[in-house]
């Protein structure tokens, strides 16, 4: 424990953002990293409690008090390894984590957490700027393949595990790029898209083999991956969207966010978008339906284009505003949260459904809104319209897809749809085909898929070998 008296004298203090009128000008990250001196003291606030409860918090069991530590007495680079020990990429959860792990904070009983996630971004960033994260090629090979279906967070840190344990990876993506929703549902500014770039270089250089642009299932049959590997690892990502079968679905203007958020992704990066209808929020009134993390991107996408409005509807009722920590902690709390996109300018309104939508000439001009009680059922007398030009359905994804590889390769589904393991064998229904991520938990998010993928690259690790040395 760094300073014994840290948390009594000194006040959290976090990283801020460029003001949202400059921000919304471009694609950009716009958090403003923290001074040296400032992180030193935000991580000298740790107590280093006897029961670390943030260690549970993140799902990654990062060892938050050490490096903490290592930090306020400047050790930065063995902060690092430490970092490195338990999360393969601390820059994507640095950036784009919710941080469970704070609300887990013993700090946040009475009083603000730790700046965990802003200490956790600044010790990553600051290896790659000195040059401290370096491949790290097995010693030897195994002479054992393994295929991996899927380039997401999931997919690329069970990789990185097997290539490092001296296994031959092969890991197959849809997309001309690597990166999942990391790559082409994130927006480029919550999380530039150079950070994966850069990991790639580096797996590459672990032994990684990528293979862009091959659709299992389509191009190239699961059958014969499962074939030609000793193991195959199923992390396709949860990709089946929610939809609101409605009278008007079917007019124009009204498109699932992930057929919007990619296009947006592609353009900053300068690619093709390939034969597809450019969806652009440009001088349109926008409303965005779908509550979460998905729909906040939609609203900071749609501002950037040059939205006239952007209106952002929740059928869930409005949540407290502050949270009762007796209650909760150290648990996620429900509390009302604004993200930076809805800081941006979106209207928000709650306990809200769509009846139908109305339209022109084939092309929606409005929502016919209603307003749900307790059980979500429609008030009546609580109708009202809402203007639309564009309508983005942000509500969540319900399974991953089965069409293609899961149905060819017949694996087992749970109950919802997803494909069925355990969370220590990560083995599915098939002999050598493993899953883990979003294709195994349903939707989740990028700390839980990397926690997946390292569990599941130690499981394939011990069914290879009869033993492991891979962390879980
Ligand atoms: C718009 C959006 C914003 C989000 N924001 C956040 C956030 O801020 N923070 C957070 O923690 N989480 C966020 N999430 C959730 C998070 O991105 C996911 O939980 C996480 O990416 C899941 O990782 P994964 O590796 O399991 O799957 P994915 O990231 O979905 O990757 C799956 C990959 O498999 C590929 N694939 C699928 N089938 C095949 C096939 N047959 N052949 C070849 N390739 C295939 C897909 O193309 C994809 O690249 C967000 C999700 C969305 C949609
Ligand atoms: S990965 Fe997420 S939960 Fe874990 S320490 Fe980082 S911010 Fe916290």
């Not at 390894?81 to 704070?102: D, K, Y």
């Not at 679905?249 to 699932?256: A, K, M, Q, S, V």
Request: glycine content about 10%; charged content about 25%.
């Amino acid at each position: 424990m760094g300073k014994v008296t840290g948390f009594i004298e000194i006040e959290r203090h976090d990283r801020t953002y460029k003001p949202a009128s400059d921000r919304i000008r471009n694609f950009e990250e716009f958090v403003i990293p923290l001074e040296e001196r400032d992180l030193e003291r935000q991580a000298a606030r740790c107590m280093d409690c006897g029961i670390p409860f943030c260690h549970n918090g993140c799902p990654v069991n990062n060892q938050i008090p050490d490096w903490n530590d290592l930090v306020y007495n400047a050790d930065w680079e063995e902060a690092s390894r430490n970092l490195h020990s338990t999360n393969n990429f601390p820059e994507f959860t640095g950036r784009i984590c919710p941080a469970p792990c704070e609300a887990a904070c013993t700090l946040n009983i009475d009083d603000n957490p730790v700046t965990i996630k802003t200490i956790e971004c600044a010790i990553v960033d600051r290896a790659w700027e000195e040059g401290w994260i370096v491949p790290q090629p097995p010693a030897s090979k195994t002479g054992k393949k393994v295929a991996i279906v899927g380039s997401g967070p999931a997919g690329m840190a069970a990789a990185q595990q097997l290539a490092r344990a001296g296994h031959d990876v092969h890991l197959y993506e849809k997309h001309e790029t690597a990166g999942g929703l990391l790559r082409f549902g994130i927006p480029d500014f919550k999380m530039e898209k150079h950070h994966i770039d850069r990991r790639v270089v580096q797996m590459e250089a672990e032994g990684v083999t990528f293979h862009c642009g091959v659709h299992v299932g389509v191009d190239v049959q699961a059958a014969e991956l499962e074939a030609n590997h000793d193991a195959l690892l199923l992390t396709g990502g949860s990709e089946k969207p929610r939809d609101l079968d409605v009278e008007g679905r079917d007019l124009d203007g009204i498109h699932f966010a992930m057929d919007f958020l990619p296009q947006q992704n592609r353009r900053v990066a300068g690619s093709n978008l390939g034969d597809v209808e450019d969806i652009l929020a440009g001088q349109k009134h926008v409303v965005v339906i779908g509550g979460g993390d998905t729909g906040s991107d939609c609203i900071g996408t749609s501002i950037r284009q040059g939205a006239l409005s952007v209106t952002q509807l929740e059928i869930m009722p409005a949540p407290p505003e502050k949270e009762n920590k007796g209650l909760t902690w150290p648990h996620w709390p429900l509390k009302m949260r604004t993200s930076s996109s809805q800081a941006e300018g979106a209207e928000r309104d709650f306990s809200v459904t769509t009846m139908s939508f109305g339209g022109e000439n084939g092309h929606v001009t409005h929502l016919n809104c209603q307003r749900v009680d307790e059980k979500f059922q429609p008030v009546p007398g609580t109708e009202f319209e809402l203007k639309a030009d564009l309508v983005l359905l942000a509500m969540g994804f319900v399974h991953p897809v089965a069409e293609g590889m899961l149905n060819e390769l017949g694996v087992d589904l749970d109950e919802r749809g997803n494909v069925k393991a355990d969370t220590r064998e990560y083995r599915t229904s098939r002999e050598k085909v493993f899953t883990a991520g979003d294709m195994r938990r349903g939707q989740s998010l990028v700390v839980w898929a990397i926690r997946e993928g390292r569990q599941a690259a130690h499981a394939i690790d011990k069914f290879l070998m009869g033993s492991t040395e891979l962390p879980r």
